[in-house]
């Protein structure tokens, strides 16, 4: 059964479909049979991984979250699943999910849907990663509600840091109405520059205000440009610096993943006490 893994963060800016896409390229590279579910309007997971026309695609992750109201047990809703190579697979979306986030909102049970879907493929993989949307509305509750373990990539800027707070007000709700076992795998800077004194100035009140109740994930992933050129689904990042500081940064939370979720983790993988 599948390890199912949310990327989560309220705002936008900050990684979070950059970070799915190298740590399931990662997991992949390392044998792991790997899903990734794009579950943002904004489609940049499905179009990084070489699907130029999101919206042309007769079965997305809109059409999915229909068949799970309709018929949960659908067997057409697998027929959404792509191959990007033969250990990595993904579920691409497009603008329809503004919708989906609407009529979740007004459905009874709807914050389970996502889950349903899940029951239906994770026998088939090791790693299931769900890339949410920058908010939290019903498809990031929905992704919180079917994932094992939540990883916060934060841009290392104050605003955002700010923000971490109303996301684990989420997460404790979630926890205490929908999904009990739900774990923090820890918070994950991004777009890091140790050279500016704002950098540093934030990855000091991340690690004051939660490294001792969260946890910060040491894999800090470092500014770049290169990493840019992901978004043209033509190299993974090992491919295009292979030797460089983000390569090395995303290797190291793909061993930090592999360790927290293989069969030698730790009992308490909750994160903390919120």
């Known amino acids: 059964m599948a390890q199912k893994l949310c990327v989560v963060n309220q705002k936008g800016g ?37 699907c130029d026309y999101p919206e042309k695609l007769p079965v997305t992750m809109a059409e999915i979250f229909q068949m799970m109201k309709q018929a949960p047990d659908s067997p057409d809703a697998v027929r959404g699943i792509l191959s ?12 329809k999910m503004v919708f989906v986030e609407q009529e979740l909102s007004q459905t009874e049970g709807g914050e389970r849907f996502l889950k349903r879907f899940l029951a239906l493929v994770e026998n088939a993989y090791d790693y299931i990663l769900l890339d949410c949307p920058p908010a939290l509305g019903m498809v990031t509750v929905n992704a ?12 290392a800027e104050y ?7 109303q996301l684990l007000q989420t997460i404790v709700r979630i926890r205490r109405k929908v999904n009990p076992d ?9 777009m890091v520059n140790p050279k500016t004194r704002d950098s540093r100035k934030v990855l000091q009140l991340l690690q004051d205000t939660y490294g001792n109740s969260i946890g910060i994930l040491p894999c800090q992933i470092p500014y770049s440009v290169r990493a840019k050129e992901l978004s043209s689904g033509a190299k993974s990042i090992y491919e295009l610096d ?33």
């Open 84 to 95: 990007h190579s033969e250990h990595l697979h993904y579920i691409a979306a497009n603008r």
């Open 182 to 190: 739900l774990g923090i795998l820890g918070i994950l800077p991004s």
């Open 242 to 274: 292979r030797n460089g500081k983000v390569a090395a940064a995303y290797r190291q939370l793909v061993d930090i993943v592999l360790k927290a979720t293989g069969p030698d983790r730790e009992a308490d993988t909750e994160g903390g006490a919120i």
């Open 14 to 50: 900050v990684s979070k479909s950059t970070v799915v896409l190298c740590l399931g390229t990662g997991l992949a590279d390392r044998g792991k049979k790997v899903l990734l579910a794009d579950l943002d309007a904004q489609g940049s997971l499905g179009i990084s991984l070489g």
């Open 144 to 155: 919180l509600a079917a994932a094992d373990q939540v990883l916060i990539p934060t841009q």
């Open 159 to 165: 605003l955002a840091a700010k923000g971490l707070e």
